[in-house]
């Protein structure tokens, strides 16, 4: 393989890592997934702490219970501090009050929703845009989707590394045993048979089990029969003692089993409802106790027996210099859980020709290679590390020449591709520099050029706030000579925002002018806005198929938050808000009636309704007209509004 030809390989790697969804830090709500019509999935913009990509959260609803109310239920935090995807699937197979049918049919990888929440994790395993890894995939569920989870968790336990059972009956047990009398389960028995030919997988399954201690719908008798059972499958006994989780009046008290296999906590104060933790609410969703969902990311992430924990060596300040024709290599290799065992240097030059070494490192974690008389060339200089269980560290990249420089010549772009997420876009590539000259890879956004970053012979530039629709990036690699090569990308920016639309109009996005229309179609819904451009520089916020659009005004830029969940600046904490604020360095400009301006905080009027007189929030500049007179705002701090266009 040539020189150029593993600057290819290299940079295909590279993008692999990047392809990360649209939706990355928000909710999809509704999707169709797997064998399931309605679910709603977040993706966290963070990756999992452990493993490789992130994690993946199955939590199934109880009975009665809309899939909307996990909307409300504090999960974004918790999928935000664990890099966990979460995702809610509303029962295809309900029985009694909407219920998942734990309690009839057959109980098997191929039977009604037990085949269908397999279908799901495939599915969502196969996106590489989730970026799931295998060995942390999770089930977990309330009340009667407690009792589906624990049984699906047991039929595939190769599958789903760990359960989370909250407020649940038995698996096995009957319906009635939910609402009534406590039933008797031999849970580790049922589970076992269940697993059948997959139980060796339970032997590094864990489980938390959780139940409210207020909870007077199902038996409290079910949290340590659950406990015990799931002990009892695992082949672990329960430690002494019990540790107090929480603060203040949000607590819940912890009981622990050998290695962390099984967790069973008592929420203290809450009732038959999932656990939200503050300010969480919905249908069985309590705000009295803690955060249940961020309790199973730590635990998850801390007590997983199937990832493989062991960090790689780290490579620092690697470098190459040639001496009479020789190429020294130097560096340090650190392993944080035990000692690197070997450091390989690979040298290749543009012919294919490949020289191979190895180095042990010094007491001082150091270490140098110094290759054999190399003919004149340019050399590429690749270092490993590998750790006493064979763990590989990333490869670092230099490259250096042997003997004088060539002719000039302008750099080499290759492998440059685009990632689009919401309204960022990351460019990476590779670059080639024969003359070893190069001064700058410029990338052209459409807010304005950047200088990329540089390592070895890898690039990359971010730029976010972009307007939404197509448009062109270029990148231009730039030598000492002022020799230079440029290519073109193309990408889709998605500039939506998901809100209701009162949201949207209090946001200035929409007006009253279509109202009806988009009330039509929407009704109190959240829905999607995306920001498109106009002649002129002028944007206008529009649904999918245009037909729910809003006035023509000034491009929102960084004053757009470009996603959901923010303060519209009205006081009404709802999804999908516009603070018109941004980077203090720049400047956000509105221009829209000034009863929006106000109803968005960046205005405020007195006197008579019909026609008060309105000012600029934080300046008092007066703004010309009554309610609906037409102003033009700018600030460049997000707070103090003055008259007039950007500076």
């Not at 007491?363 to 064979?390: I, K, N, P, Q, R």
Request: glycine share 12%.
């Amino acid at each position: 393989m040539t020189f150029k030809n593993k600057l290819l390989v290299a940079g295909t790697l590279l993008s692999a890592t990047l392809a990360i969804p649209a939706q990355a830090g928000s909710w999809q709500q509704n999707v169709t997934v797997g064998n399931f019509n309605k679910v709603h999935v977040y993706t966290p913009d963070s990756l999992s702490p452990i493993g490789q990509g992130r994690s993946l959260l199955v939590v199934l609803h109880g009975c009665t219970q809309s899939i909307d109310a996990y909307l409300s239920a504090n999960f974004e935090q918790a999928a935000e501090s664990y890099g966990m995807v979460v995702a809610v699937p509303d029962a295809m197979n309900k029985a009694g009050f909407g219920c998942w049918s734990y309690w009839q049919g057959a109980k098997s990888r191929t039977a009604g929703d037990y085949a269908n929440i397999l279908s799901l994790v495939s599915s969502m395993k196969a996106n590489s845009g989730y970026a799931i890894d295998e060995d942390q995939v999770y089930v977990a569920g309330l009340s009667s989707g407690a009792a589906f989870a624990n049984t699906t968790a047991c039929i595939a336990p190769d599958v789903f590394a760990g359960v989370g059972v909250s407020a649940g009956p038995s698996i096995g047990t009957s319906s009635s045993g939910a609402i009534g009398s406590c039933e008797y389960a031999n849970v580790a028995q049922r589970c076992q048979q269940y697993a059948g030919s997959y139980s060796g997988s339970l032997d590094d399954q864990i489980a938390s089990i959780a139940h409210g201690d207020a909870d007077t719908t199902v038996d409290t008798c079910y949290n340590r029969q659950n406990a015990e059972g799931m002990a009892g499958a695992y082949g672990v006994s329960e430690l002494p003692g019990s540790n107090l989780l929480g603060s203040g009046s949000r607590t819940a008290e912890e009981y622990l089993w050998q290695e962390g296999r099984v967790s069973m906590i008592w929420l203290n104060g809450v009732d038959h409802s999932w656990s939200g933790g503050s300010g969480a609410s919905g249908s069985y969703v309590s705000g009295t106790g803690i955060n249940y969902a961020m309790y199973l990311g730590e635990y998850f992430s801390e007590n997983n027996k199937r990832v493989d924990r062991n960090q790689p060596p780290q490579l620092s300040s690697v470098s190459a210099s040639e001496s009479s024709g020789q190429l020294i290599v130097t560096g340090n290799a650190t392993d944080a859980e035990g000692y690197v065992d070997n450091v390989d240097v690979l040298i290749t030059n543009n012919n294919g020709d490949t020289y191979q070494y190895s180095a042990s490192t010094q007491s001082d974690d150091s270490f140098s290679v110094t290759s054999a008389t190399l003919s004149d060339d340019l050399y590429l200089v690749t270092v490993t590390a590998s750790d006493d269980v064979g763990a590989v560290s990333e490869a670092s990249t230099v490259s250096v020449r042997v003997g004088p420089p060539p002719p000039p010549a302008a750099p080499v772009l290759s492998d440059v591709l685009v990632d689009a997420n919401g309204q960022c876009a990351t460019v990476t590539g590779s670059v080639y520099d024969e003359n070893q000259d190069l001064t700058a890879v410029e990338v052209t956004f459409a807010t304005g050029t950047q200088n990329a970053s540089v390592d070895g012979l890898s690039f990359s530039a971010e730029a976010c706030d972009l307007p939404g629709g197509s448009q062109t990036i270029t990148v231009t690699a730039i030598d000492a000579s002022g020799l230079s090569s440029n290519t073109q990308l193309s990408v889709d920016i998605d500039a939506g925002v998901i809100a209701t639309l009162d949201q949207h109009i209090s946001a200035g996005r929409l007006d009253y002018t279509g109202y009806s229309t988009c009330y039509l179609e929407y009704s109190t819904d959240a829905f999607k806005l995306t920001e498109q451009t106009q002649s002129g520089g002028m944007c206008v916020w529009q649904d999918d198929d245009a037909s729910c659009t809003g006035p023509v005004q000034a491009c929102s830029g960084t004053g757009s938050d470009g996603g959901s969940g923010g303060d519209d600046g009205s006081g009404d904490d709802g999804s999908g808000g516009d603070t018109g604020g941004g980077d203090p360095a720049t400047c956000a400009e509105y221009t829209t009636a000034n009863y929006y301006h106000k109803v968005a905080g960046r205005a405020y009027s007195t006197g008579y309704y019909y026609a008060p007189d309105y000012f600029a929030s934080g300046s008092d500049d007066p703004l010309a007209g009554s309610t609906w007179g037409t102003s033009t705002l700018y600030s460049t701090d997000g707070s103090v509004w003055f008259a007039g266009n950007c500076p």
